[in-house]
């Protein structure tokens, strides 16, 4: 018999063979998130919950949850997850992070070149029958190579997004709270610049930071005037670092060209938002980490850290450590994190 029950969220892809070994293992089959209801009764039942970004796990559902050991999400952050509500009740949280930093790099560079070169404005010209003829100024967009990027969060996607920019001649500027070492800099080639600064002189931002009081709606009105109106915006972070409707005045308004966006907010992006009337913003569905590999190997991580809680191990890839502290009578148990840009 199972030792343990575990509930998942999703289905993902991979077999949970390792886990069935000492769980039942109960997952949601809709297409759609769980409605909170269903969590909320899931979580009053289970020792172990395996979540996505999508799910709220908020403080009253993690108050109901009186037999649970361990939240495993399948994502690098966990904005979604209130960590200080799980530390209290001695619920590990684990993550998935380091594994999808190529994938969203890639993703970064592949929305900085369509957005550059007006690559999906010329499918949807193409497929309307308006491509009659080679004409000189159709669809001109500006050269990627040689051009200035501005880098706002140096982490590791960040870093990874840099080393990109090498192979473009690029100059490299970004913007974190704390300054990375002079040896880094120098072997990614970057400077470090102040965000008004980059906001000033970059030809593409790419926004690579974590979301949080701090960095909520960092671009706004004030930042989008100090930009070129020449600038393409690029975001694979969290949504709500952007404002949605100063993007939508700053796009409209020729304040600054383009932009592509990954992430949106809210999530999905409503079908009558203004921002899906513009032909000079590019929308991907939240796919910086989807290639096969990476979404594989954050399901085995995510089940890994689930199996650990589960068993009273060290998480592989724990988010509240603090948790083992207070299990072991030192220490408070809710250290914050701080949130570097």
């Keep these: 018999m199972s030792q343990f029950k575990v509930f998942v969220t999703r289905r993902l892809p991979v077999d949970f063979t390792a886990l069935e070994q000492i769980a039942t293992v109960e997952v949601w089959q809709e297409r759609q998130p769980p409605p909170y209801e269903v969590l909320l009764e899931q979580v009053k039942q289970v020792d172990g919950l395996l979540c996505l970004l999508t799910d709220p796990i908020d403080r009253p559902l993690i108050e109901a949850a009186t037999t649970l050991k361990v939240i495993s999400q399948m994502a690098v952050g966990y904005d979604n ?37 007006r690559v999906v404005e010329g499918d949807r010209f193409t497929r309307s029958g308006q491509w009659t003829t080679w004409e000189p100024d159709l669809l001109l967009g500006p050269n990627i190579t040689g051009a200035t990027l501005g880098i706002l969060g140096l982490g590791r996607i960040g870093q990874a997004v840099a080393q990109r920019a090498r192979g473009f001649a690029m100059r490299v500027i970004y913007h974190s709270r704390h300054r990375c070492p002079p040896d880094l800099e120098q072997s990614l080639g970057i400077e470090y610049s102040s965000f008004a600064h980059l906001l000033q002189v970059s030809d593409f931002i790419t926004i690579h930071t974590p979301l949080s009081e701090d960095t909520h709606h960092l671009f706004s009105d004030a930042q989008f005037e100090q930009m070129k109106s020449s600038a393409i915006l690029i975001n694979t972070a969290r949504g709500a670092i952007v404002d949605p409707d100063a993007l939508y005045r700053a796009l409209s308004r020729g304040q600054i060209a383009r932009a592509a966006l990954d992430v949106t907010e809210p999530e999905p992006i409503p079908m009558e938002s203004p921002l899906l009337t513009l032909d000079n913003l590019i929308i991907t569905p939240h796919i910086g980490s989807a290639s096969v590999q990476t979404r594989r190997k954050m399901a085995e991580m995510a089940i890994a850290n689930l199996i650990a809680g589960l068993n009273n191990q060290v998480l592989p890839n724990c988010v509240n450590p603090a948790v083992y502290s207070w299990e072991q009578g030192t220490g408070d148990g809710l250290q914050g994190s701080s949130t570097t840009f």
């Design 81 to 117: 997850i209130d960590i200080l509500a799980a530390t209290a009740r001695k619920i590990l949280v684990g993550h998935t992070p380091g594994v999808l930093t190529d994938a969203t790099a890639d993703l970064t560079w592949a929305l900085i070149m369509a957005a550059a070169r």
